[in-house]
């Protein structure tokens, strides 16, 4: 993200309700690995992050970032944003259709039965695309082959492109007014995002509710064929999935990977008329969880002339540099200007005057045609009546 005199570097968070959350936020001279690496050990040490076990970053794999990821936080799941290779695919083939859709069902896909499925339709659609998408590895931003521990299905970085929209007005701002406008910005969001979360009724947030409506108008194409011990197979479209409701497993990998039921699932949970929030699999989605992420907000700041002074000598902008120029030129450009500005009133003049002479000769020609047109009138009309127009 870049500001008038360096680098602003973000992080932004999901909250219980899915929607995003203002981590932390950082103005550096560049975007380097020295940079990345002051940036994470201040997160590591805030979010307590340690070696990121059970964490889940999304990012464009940045050279300098990804370093400095592999370094601090080891086991993080650190995910490629999807949509900045599909951003890198569209310079690549610059008037070639690409096939949006195809490419986004290789990164949405759940499970290895849908990734290859998706990858063998983007093959039989251009072999070229095929290979490009091949080069830059799927498998790091395709859900099919994420773990499951931090229950997030996001295979781009949205939110973040969200965030960045929320502050563009900010980001024209001098550094500091940018960061104040950042700060009052995220603390009336916080605000707004607390009332709404206290408002909310029930066990769960909208995303849990939204998805599980979702899910429910696809399970009218699922079957259910009991095998004992809590297991289940459910044929979709013909398509047979093992359920085990004990181990809370689904094949299709959605209630592991997001914590909700999914099709297969609730079409088993109604065969026992049971309810399907008893069977949400995730503590991050509670409504008191959205209410507990908005309680602390930022402490209020005093304005600019509350700050403690420095000793050290105030920062002054850098002086404009003036570049001497010899006098003969000074004449020389002055001639030109002058010359320029004659030229300019010469060539004015004589188009106002070429204007004022084509409208003196409309003007009489006009006259000249009525004067005409009132003989005309006046010799054809009957002679009365021409008597008394005369009169
Ligand atoms: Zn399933």
């Keep these: 993200m870049l500001v008038s005199s360096g680098q602003l570097l973000a992080a ?6 899915n929607q995003f959350y203002p981590v932390a936020w950082a103005v550096v001279q560049t975007e380097n690995y020295d940079a990345w690496l002051w940036f994470i050990k201040k997160l590591k040490v805030d979010l307590k992050l340690e070696d990121g076990d059970g964490f ?27 949509r900045h290779i599909y951003g890198n695919l569209r310079r690549v083939y610059p008037g070639k259709d690409l096939p949006k ?25 251009d072999e070229g695309v095929y290979e490009a998408v091949m080069q830059r590895n799927p498998r790091n931003c395709s859900r099919a082959f994420f773990g499951c521990k931090s229950s997030c299905e996001d295979v781009s970085n949205n939110f973040s492109e969200s965030y960045n929209n929320a502050i563009n007005k900010a980001r024209e701002m001098p550094l500091v007014e940018m960061l104040e406008t950042i700060r009052r910005q995220t603390m009336m969001r916080i605000d707004v995002r607390l009332k709404k979360a ?16 979702e899910e429910e108008l696809l399970r ?3 079957q259910v064929i009991p095998c004992g011990n809590g297991q289940y197979e459910v044929l979709e479209n013909k398509h047979g999935f093992k359920v085990d409701m004990n181990a809370k497993t689904c094949a299709c990998r959605r209630w592991s990977m997001t914590g909700i039921p999914c099709r297969h699932v609730l079409r088993v949970i109604l065969t026992k008329k049971h309810n399907p929030e008893d069977y949400v699999n995730c503590d991050w989605y509670l409504a008191s969880t959205n209410v507990k992420i908005y309680s602390k907000s930022i402490s209020a700041v005093n304005g600019i002339g509350f700050w403690i002074r420095s000793q050290e000598p105030r920062i002054q902008p850098p002086p ?16 030109l200007w002058e010359l320029l500005v004659e030229g300019g009133r010469r060539r004015k003049l004589v188009k106002n005057q070429a ?19 009132a003989k005309d009138l006046v010799k054809h009309q009957p002679k009365d009546q021409a008597m008394e127009w005369n009169e």
């Design 56 to 82: 889940t970053l999304i990012s464009d794999r940045q050279k300098g970032l990804l370093n400095v990821v592999d370094q601090e936080l080891p086991k993080v799941e650190h995910r490629m944003c999807a």
């Design 12 to 17: 932004v968070g999901r909250d219980a309700n």
């Design 198 to 213: 206290m408002k909310r009724q029930g066990k769960y947030t909208l995303k849990v509710a939204n998805t599980i409506k």
């Design 101 to 125: 859709k195809l490419y986004w069902a290789v990164a949405k896909s759940f499970n290895a039965s849908e990734y290859n499925k998706a990858i063998d339709e983007l093959k039989k659609f």
């Design 355 to 373: 204007k004022d002479k084509a409208k003196n000769q409309a003007k009489d020609k006009a006259k000249n045609q009525a004067k005409d047109k």
């Design 320 to 335: 404009r540099e003036v570049t001497k120029v010899p006098s003969v030129i000074i004449l020389e450009v002055v001639r």
């Design 220 to 222: 009218k194409y699922c």
